[in-house]
């Protein structure tokens, strides 16, 4: 004799297929969020702490700003006048050749995510002066940085090193600190310096009051170091501009 009672119905959670059942876990979607975010800071966009005063007045001690990571792909390449975020070398003081104990990794794991911390083992912001074949030097008559012959207009430069033509410039003695030889930039290297030029230890810091070529005397960002393109200051609010 057959039965009356019908079978129960499964819930419908137990209805839907596995995979559906899987991609709307919340712990899937809390992965897969990670997971996407760790790929936009990786290839896309990060925000990144600015740690000195070497670039006043244009950023300040802890401004946040934005790197586009994908300004310089496609053979696109750094300009005079980009503010750019790179990695430093041993060349630079603080180079990145020692090793770093767990709980500062950490810390930098954490400003790596959130850009409230440091950035890198040595990550640096400066602005582009001249990249790879271009020559520089300094000074015009009335003091001016000159690339492939052309005094540059720097109206951001804020508190440069002193200069006074005919009692402190580059033919009197002493030699202004604002002087430096003429290089011509290595391939695939960019010369950097800060907008708070007095302040700043950047790739002609080793070579200022200096008349005679010295190679050995500069550092340089290197293209396969260099983060991407400074374009916005996220934080703080009251700051919130392009760059």
């Given at each position: 004799?057959a039965?009356?009672t019908?079978?129960?119905?499964?819930?419908?959670?137990?209805?839907?297929?596995?995979?559906?059942?899987?991609?709307?876990?919340?712990?899937?979607?809390?992965?897969?969020?990670?997971?996407?975010?760790?790929?936009?800071?990786?290839?896309?966009?990060?925000?990144?702490?600015?740690?000195?005063?070497?670039?006043?007045?244009t950023?300040?001690v802890?401004?946040?700003?934005?790197v586009?990571?994908?300004?310089?792909?496609?053979?696109?390449?750094?300009h005079t006048?980009?503010?750019?975020?790179?990695?430093?070398?041993?060349a630079?003081?603080?180079?990145?050749?020692?090793p770093?104990?767990?709980?500062?990794?950490?810390?930098?794991?954490?400003?790596?995510?959130?850009?409230f911390?440091p950035s890198?083992?040595?990550?640096?912001?400066?602005?582009?002066?001249?990249?790879?074949?271009?020559?520089?030097?300094?000074?015009t008559?009335?003091?001016?940085?000159?690339?492939?012959?052309?005094?540059l207009d720097e109206?951001?430069v804020?508190?440069?090193f002193?200069?006074?033509?005919?009692s402190?410039d580059?033919?009197?003695?002493?030699?202004s600190?604002?002087?430096?030889?003429?290089?011509?930039?290595?391939?695939?290297?960019?010369?950097?310096?800060?907008?708070?030029?007095?302040?700043?230890?950047?790739?002609?810091i080793?070579?200022?009051g200096?008349?005679?070529?010295?190679a050995?005397?500069?550092?340089?960002?290197?293209?396969?170091?260099?983060?991407?393109?400074?374009?916005?200051?996220?934080?703080?609010?009251?700051?919130?501009?392009?760059?």
């Open positions: 004799m039965s009356d019908a079978a129960p119905e499964r819930p419908p959670e137990q209805n839907r297929p596995l995979w559906r059942r899987i991609t709307g876990s919340f712990l899937f979607q809390l992965c897969a969020a990670f997971v996407v975010f760790g790929l936009v800071l990786s290839f896309v966009a990060k925000p990144y702490w600015v740690p000195s005063g070497s670039m006043e007045q950023l300040q802890g401004d946040r700003v934005l586009n990571r994908l300004a310089y792909v496609g053979g696109a390449t750094p006048g980009d503010i750019v975020v790179f990695d430093a070398d041993d630079w003081d603080g180079g990145t050749s020692a770093e104990n767990p709980l500062k990794a950490a810390l930098r794991w954490v400003g790596e995510v959130t850009g911390g890198g083992p040595h990550t640096l912001i400066k602005r582009v002066i001249a990249g790879p074949g271009q020559t520089v030097r300094c000074c008559a009335d003091g001016r940085l000159i690339v492939d012959g052309k005094p109206s951001y804020f508190q440069d002193p200069f006074q033509p005919g402190l580059c033919a009197t003695t002493p030699v600190p604002r002087c430096l030889p003429e290089v011509t930039v290595p391939k695939d290297s960019y010369l950097v310096m800060g907008d708070h030029r007095s302040n700043s230890s950047d790739g002609a080793r070579c200022r200096r008349t005679t070529p010295d050995g005397c500069w550092r340089w960002a290197h293209s396969e170091d260099i983060v991407g393109k400074a374009v916005v200051i996220l934080w703080p609010v009251n700051r919130w501009s392009g760059l």
